[in-house]
């Protein structure tokens, strides 16, 4: 007889308690882990779609009684030359508590102004400097996954 065919012959189950060797049953504790592992690995995708990673510039901005014909609340925040270069229109700052929009860059010799709009009607700030943050960029971290390159 061939190698092939007894081997063929060792594995043949003969009696219940060989049938019970072969065939193991899943405990509902390995079931459970399973399921764990799916809920997690879900949460951890839905934490990654849904939290903002933000790049923030910390600048000084100065408030003064200014509105616009609108009548909203603008801002003048002095910014360095090297960060000049990263604000841009459109870019949303941040000041005690208000959102404003950036809306106007002015280029002085020595510094740059950037005019700030905040975005609540009738938001009023008082007079002074506020520690102000320019966000530069927002990004999700399940967006690194879905990049192509």
């Known amino acids: 007889m061939s190698e092939a065919a007894r081997g063929r012959e060792e594995r043949r189950i003969t009696s219940p308690e060989q049938l019970h060797d ?3 049953v899943t405990g509902p504790s390995l079931w459970l882990l399973l399921v764990m592992i799916l809920i997690l690995l879900a949460g ?3 934490l990654a779609a849904s ?3 933000e790049n923030k510039l910390p600048v000084q901005a100065a408030a003064s009684e200014v509105t616009n014909e609108n009548g909203a609340t603008m801002l003048t925040c002095s910014v360095a030359d090297e960060q000049q270069a990263q604000a841009k229109i459109g870019m949303t ?3 005690a ?3 404003g929009t950036v809306t106007e860059i002015i280029d002085d010799n020595q510094e740059a102004f950037l005019v700030i709009e905040l975005n609540r009607p009738g938001a ?3 007079q002074g400097t506020y520690d102000a943050e320019i966000v530069l960029e927002r990004t999700t971290p399940i967006s690194f996954l879905l990049k192509k390159e």
């Open 51 to 53: 939290v903002t990673i």
């Open 22 to 24: 072969y065939i193991h």
């Open 44 to 46: 951890m995708i839905v």
């Open 124 to 126: 009023v700030l008082k």
């Open 93 to 95: 700052v941040r000041v």
């Open 97 to 99: 508590g208000e959102e």
